[in-house]
């Protein structure tokens, strides 16, 4: 899975030609051809690659060609990339000087339902629930038995994968959408329109398969990289405990700690280096539960961490010590995020200040505001990856040390749990970064820590609402689309449906607000 076959992209040719996206329950056209390419069993893994490679890009050619959402451009749909936009732009961790229309509104919370990233979002989530929905029907009992083919454990593991495929975007859906539709390979294609589901109704759903998926995925770390098992389930599980009180009211923290225990007692270690989980040879990484793939020859995309990096680089920076042909001139970071890092011996404070100003006059210079090192096109030897130009870094969506931070802060919160092993398990961390030893927890320090371990890794938008610091409370530069910073409105916890859906599905309900 770390390379994406050149054979899937023939299968894919034959399988997943889009039509227009006017209808965002964006489904594959499905007939003889699709038949046909299920006929042989060999082709399954490479049709189930689609699903892990839909993360990371946005086509079926290289550099985001023939992309599976007509709508929108190949660059700009990549789920991982809107992804960490939408997590990062809307908060104090990042910030960017491009013009693209609707990007500058993320940090300026003036969104509106019509903003192109989030319904590029929006609309990816609802297309990956569709693969994963066709490929399941495509592989029922019944339908194996008609062709011949056996059902193996083989087959039924791409199943409980494809199932946590869908399970991790709804994921995403009910964090960032609250109330969106939810469609399953029981439901019938192309008859009625897809019902909306309520934030509870998406929360008690996604439980119960993630649930049932602990039982039918493969143990810890005994997949493939890059492919989905039971650790991979508990850290999504662990997470939406850990936001049940935010999703549905009800406070679930116990639940939360036991399952990120569980990932704890899987056999994963803590890096010694804290960077290297974020070079372009991380797939060696002992602490990464899942992530997306990336290659810099075979999944070339202008998506994914090859936007992190160049985009990350300008001014006086050197892009060949990022292991890339050159800098994009964008991100940067605020003040108020850089002052997490009070101890100056924290290692894990990866900022360019050489020509960079601290204060953000004009978001459109990148030189204002510090740039963010975080993340390297460069093995751990220092050379750079395959590719100057695409990148080889992976992005780990879970890995050991937020199942610790999870953790720490589900038993600070009240759940069931070990507090002393939760402040032992907060302190390791600091030890790897070089600072000091906190002497207890409190929730102020918890979110200073998911901050300073976890930036620029698509935590922080959920982070700032769980802790109540997102719309209001908290104010960083430029937040509201003033230099200080402000306060907004409450309603933007959530973003908006996109609007092209309810005029094409009527039946959907808009987010309060918008």
Known sequence: MKNISKKLIAVLALIFVMGSCKDLDTKPYVGQVSELVYQDANNYKEILAKLYAGLAVSGIKPKDDDVDLKNFDGGFQG????????????????????GDPGLPDLHKMSWTASNAWTSAFYSRILFQAAVANEFLRETTDAKLSSRGIANSQDIKNYRAEARFIRALVYSHGIDLFGSIPLVTENDKVGSDLPKQASRQELFNYLETELKALETELPDARKN????ADKAAAWMVLAKLYLNAEVYTGQKKFSEAALYAKKVIDAGYVLENNYQHNFLADNHLSTENIFAINFDGNETQTWGGTTTIIHASIGGSMNAAEFGVDGGWSGFRTTK?????????ADKRGMFYTNGQELEIDEVGTFSNGYAVTKWKNVKRDGKPGKNLTHTDTDFPLFRLADAYLIYAEAVTRGGSGDGTLALSLVNSLRKRAGT????????DNLLAERGRELYWEAHRRTDLVRFGKFTNGYNWAWKGGIKAGKD????RSVFPLAASDLIANPTLKQNTGY
Do not use: C, H, P
Request: glycine share 4%.
């Open 79 to 98: 789920y991982m990339r809107v992804y960490w936009y939408l997590q990062e732009f809307t908060t104090d961790e990042a910030i960017v000087g491009w």
């Open 224 to 227: 493939e990289y890059g492919r």
């Open 336 to 344: 108020e995020f850089v002052s997490l890092f009070n101890d100056k």
């Open 436 to 443: 000091a030893n906190l002497s207890s927890l409190t929730l």
């Open 488 to 491: 907004v409105e409450t309603f």
